[in-house]
């Protein structure tokens, strides 16, 4: 069964830097089953549209922008701004309401988010808390990546670091003592946040090489999951400390931020912008270059699980699936989700199914 995905929420599109001045800075994405093409005014304002002409459907990305609006380059439709039709070449009416939909747009923390419902109800406020590359405090490295799987299997992956104990022993993780952590949970109206604290661990793969022989850290999760999969850490390292509750009593070694946006294409695809890096006080030379790197590493080790998975899930999805401790994070978060999913169903004002109309 397709995926019927949230339409009132805060989709990412991307980081800032991709929609660009430039000509051809006209960028195509999915988002939440939808064509969408995003380019840049001269003012620097962002225009989001359905990346689809109203005369034959044809790919708006594959447009030419002008001033501050998109030509069609098929058979030459030109759009403004709004999205309404302002001139079709060959004859001087333009029909009434030819136009093309437009999202709502908002730039926040370098990433750049589009509003997939009402746009009445396009509420800035409900965009996520993150850190930017461009916050001063902290050196954040930013990236992304395209997954072949879909985006409940990220949410399932995200919500749940007991997987960073196998599935990334040489970048992230590897002490099993990920599997056994105790994680506070607390549900928010549009998600999950999350703390754990990890004691005396040896120091991840990655940066193994950087601690004296039998080194431990106690490390500290801080996590805000958000839908429709939005995932913003504060990961803290201290060395070992005796404190088992609480606050760790050794040293701060790293203080940082990853701040990860996964935006459903569609039901097998997932884009993902992420990023990570440390704040200025603690970080010394090559630290968030190699955080950045590391996270690229981890998440195609992810990527690899995860498209495996998703290809076994929909081969056999009537199998019984057997549920364990870890998977808590999970079902809380996909609660959270499926629970606004089913409020926004009962609310919008839905055509009936077929079905329905027979019964
Ligand atoms: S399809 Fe766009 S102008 Fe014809
Ligand atoms: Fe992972």
Redesign the pocket.
């Known amino acids: 069964m397709a995926e019927i995905f949230l339409q009132n929420a805060w989709y990412c599109a991307g980081w800032d830097y991709e929609i660009h001045q430039g000509r051809k800075a006209i960028v195509a994405r999915k988002i939440a089953g939808e064509r969408v093409v995003l380019y840049r005014k001269p003012d620097g304002g962002v225009i989001a549209f359905e990346d689809r002409?109203p005369?034959?459907?044809?790919a708006l990305s594959h447009g030419r922008k002008e001033g501050d609006g998109l030509r069609?380059m098929?058979?030459?439709?030109k759009f403004n701004s709004a999205g309404v039709c302002e001139e079709i070449p060959g004859q001087t009416t333009i029909p009434a309401g030819t136009c093309v939909r437009a999202f709502p747009v908002v730039e926040k923390d370098n990433w750049v988010w589009v509003w997939m419902g009402d746009p009445a109800k396009a509420d800035p406020g409900l965009i996520c808390f993150a850190v930017g590359p461009d916050d001063p405090n902290w050196n954040i490295r930013t990236s992304q990546m395209h997954v072949e799987t879909n985006y409940r299997r990220e949410i399932e992956n995200l919500a749940d670091l007991s997987h960073i104990a196998w599935v990334h022993p040489q970048t992230v993780g590897g002490d099993r003592k990920y599997s056994e952590m105790k994680s506070h949970y607390e549900i928010t109206p549009r998600g999950l946040n999350t703390r754990c604290w990890v004691r005396s661990v040896a120091p991840t793969g990655a940066v193994a090489h950087l601690f004296p022989e039998g080194a431990k850290l106690d490390i500290c999760l801080d996590i805000q999951h958000t839908v429709p999969c939005n995932w913003i850490m504060r990961f803290r390292a201290f060395t070992a400390g005796t404190a088992t509750v609480g606050e760790s009593s050794g040293q701060m070694v790293v203080d940082t931020w990853t701040c990860q946006a996964v935006t459903p294409c569609d039901d097998d695809s997932v884009d993902y912008y992420y990023s990570w890096g440390a704040s200025k006080e603690t970080e010394f030379p090559g630290l968030s270059d190699l955080l950045g790197s590391t996270l690229d590493e981890a998440f195609e080790e992810d990527r690899i699980m995860l498209e495996a998975q998703h290809q076994r899930r929909k081969e056999r999805p009537d199998l019984k699936l057997l549920n364990i401790a870890n998977d808590a994070g999970p079902v809380k978060m996909l609660w959270v989700l499926d629970k606004l999913l089913e409020e926004e169903r009962a609310t919008a004002s839905l055509p009936m199914s077929a079905h329905e109309r027979q019964a």
């Open positions: 002409c005369h034959r459907q044809a069609c098929y058979h030459g439709l």
